[in-house]
């Protein structure tokens, strides 16, 4: 079905949809996926049971292509679809983190804040704070910083895996914090590692 032909007359209905994945935020019990296609764009949310048991769930990024069944609900007046199982969850194209095109760190100005970009480079600097942990990451044009919220370092094995001069992707929101330039992901899965640092020594 097509998304925009969905309306309040198809509430508690299933439907099924595809479309390409053009954003997505962690929640307190699941995670939320924007799903576009020509007609618009409508939320899907998965939640963490559904999640824990599909085995290609982490393959479902930005850009992903997917297909999904399930009842439209209604939350706060916006329309939403629930998938029921882990089968009502098809990814007919996984998003390729390496095959993105980043947007270089000195360009974040011209992104603007408040949009959202897909960048890469290297932790240069660490530094942990009261609700989470700012890291310093450079490439080739730039600097810039990525700040990732406690909730989302609690939420996957990050934590573990930052270090200093891990070359990471990230896919989130530009931000300005005073003469600095941010990017904050909404979800842990767009944290990438693309490669470890190098043995020292």
Known sequence: MQIGQITLAHL????EIAGVITGIWDLSKGRKYHVYDQTG?????????LLEQH???????????ARFRGRIKEYK???????AGAEDIQII??????????????????????????????????KAFSKGIKLHIADDSGAGVV?????????????DQLEIDLRLGVYGEVRQFHDEWEIVPLTSVEII????????G
């Not at 508690?12 to 439907?15: A, D, G, W």
């Not at 764009?41 to 049971?49: G, T």
């Not at 007046?77 to 998938?83: A, K, S, V």
């Open 12 to 15: 508690e209905q299933e439907v």
């Open 41 to 49: 764009i409508l939320p899907v949310i998965v939640w963490d049971n």
């Open 55 to 65: 085995p290609d769930i982490h393959r479902l990024l930005t850009g992903a292509v």
């Open 77 to 83: 007046g916006e329309l939403r679809l629930i998938p």
């Open 93 to 126: 194209q996984p998003a390729d983190p390496y095959a993105r095109s980043p947007i270089p760190l000195s360009r974040l100005p011209e992104v603007g804040a408040g949009n959202m970009a897909w960048v890469t480079g290297r932790i240069t600097s660490m």
């Open 147 to 159: 700040l990732i919220w406690n909730t989302l370092l609690q939420a996957s094995a990050l934590q």
């Open 193 to 200: 590692p693309l490669e470890t640092p190098p043995a020292s």
